[in-house]
């Protein structure tokens, strides 16, 4: 049958069909596809092959096999409406009037109904003798609207996509920068275009040569002073910041109090309590501190500082351990918690890292943590910093309360 009018080739997928949807096409019936239906469906009628025995029959003339118009129904649901995603799987059909050589045809169809869950829709479908303007065929008929071929990446849409690490015009807030890994994280941010805040509590001369050496630099930073256990210490940081640059990307809580070991029995609730106000009430009160401004700004990123004591405990280390683990727990919770609106909350879990937080460790110990490290080295300040700038980047973006593990290759190993 030929087709008369302008067919489009649609790919509707299943959430562009709406109910009414429509679309038609004309075509005319012709000699050759009368003779090759009947060898298709070995129908040989001479009702529809001879023109003598036809004309002497009630109809006046040959008709073509009323199936025929019908199939043009299989274009109208694999190339039009819903078009190549579809597959016909039922058909309910009234033959009105018998069709001719030489008929024009109009094939509607309208959509009637369809199902989210089952991905099926129901057409009526008309066909029209566009000559006599009558109904020769009417009825309905079930489709399923298979779901569209998954589609990799392409170059062009990579090329589209905000796939770097520059944070130019992105203001990071880091606790504890004064020295260590802190330190080492300013810099790098601030090397890759960030405004840098560095917090300090007593390391205020370190904190401000970091920021002239990140100024010598051409890039932008202040020094905030700030006990991270005190309320209106941290809202004074957090306003200071947001004067200063207007807006806050990235906070990082890496300020922690002490780390030196003690015996559990020589351990009282007071200093535990301490190191949980540092660590633990710190995080709390900087993440209070920054997510409105992070909301109002439509997102951001918490990256917190943990260690790998918590999931590999060492003796002498209560203290230390149980308030990273807390620091884990507010991770995990925030990062459920704001997950659905673009805030997200990551740990960076380093091993053993050279630091003064560290120094208690003689020069033999950390060369007997590196010989048992698959590296065979210790982790330093910078690889920790280089995980937490991924964390904060697009590179991450639909990672949200999991574990950087930095620790060489050593376990624990998720």
Request: net charge neutral; hydrophobic share 40%; proline share 4%.
């Amino acid at each position: 049958m030929q087709i008369l009018s302008e067919m489009r080739h649609n790919s509707y997928t299943l959430e562009e069909i709406e109910v009414d949807l429509k679309a038609q096409f004309d075509l005319l019936v012709e000699e050759q596809d009368v003779q090759s239906f009947a060898h298709l469906s070995g129908d040989f009628s001479d009702l529809h092959l001879d023109s003598e025995f036809a004309r002497r029959s009630r109809f006046r003339g040959r008709v073509v096999h009323g199936m025929l118009p019908f199939t043009a129904l299989s274009a109208m649901v694999g190339m039009v409406l819903p078009g190549k995603n579809a597959i016909l799987l039922g058909v309910e059909a009234s033959f009105l009037a018998p069709a001719r050589i030489g008929d024009r045809i109009r094939v509607s169809g309208r959509v009637v109904s369809k199902s989210i869950g089952t991905r099926i829709i129901k057409l009526h479908v008309l066909l029209t003798n566009l000559s006599t303007q009558q109904p020769i065929t009417e009825g309905k008929i079930e489709v399923y609207v298979s779901p569209p071929a998954k589609k990799g990446v392409t170059m062009s849409e990579l090329q589209d996509l905000d796939l770097n690490l520059d944070f130019t015009d992105r203001t990071v807030l880091i606790t504890g920068a004064s020295r260590g890994i802190g330190e080492t994280t300013a810099k790098l941010f601030a090397s890759r275009g960030a405004n840098v805040v560095v917090n300090y509590r007593n390391g205020k001369s370190d904190a401000e040569a970091i920021v002239r050496e990140i100024t010598a630099h051409k890039r932008r930073a202040i020094a905030v002073g700030a006990d991270v256990s005190v309320p209106s210490e941290v809202e004074a940081m957090v306003e200071k910041t947001l004067a200063e640059f207007k807006r806050i990307d990235v906070l990082v809580n890496n300020a922690v109090r002490d780390a030196s070991p003690l015996r559990f029995e020589e351990l009282t609730w007071e200093a535990l309590q301490e190191e949980l106000n540092v660590t633990v009430k710190g995080a709390f009160l900087c993440c209070q501190g920054v997510i409105p401004s992070m909301l109002r700004q439509g997102g951001g990123n918490i990256v917190n500082v943990s260690t790998v004591f918590v999931e590999s405990p060492v003796p002498h280390q209560v203290r230390y351990i149980t308030s990273k683990s807390g620091l884990v727990g507010l991770s995990r919770a925030l990062a459920a918690e704001y997950a659905g609106r673009n805030i997200r909350v990551n740990l960076v879990t380093p091993n053993i890292t050279p630091t003064d937080l560290t120094n208690t460790l003689s020069d033999q110990a950390f060369q007997r943590i590196a010989d048992s490290t698959p590296m065979k080295r210790n982790c330093q300040p910078l690889d920790v910093a280089k995980a937490i700038l991924i964390l904060a980047s697009p590179y991450t973006a639909y990672t949200t309360g999991q574990q950087f593990m930095v620790t060489g290759g050593s376990p624990p190993l998720f």
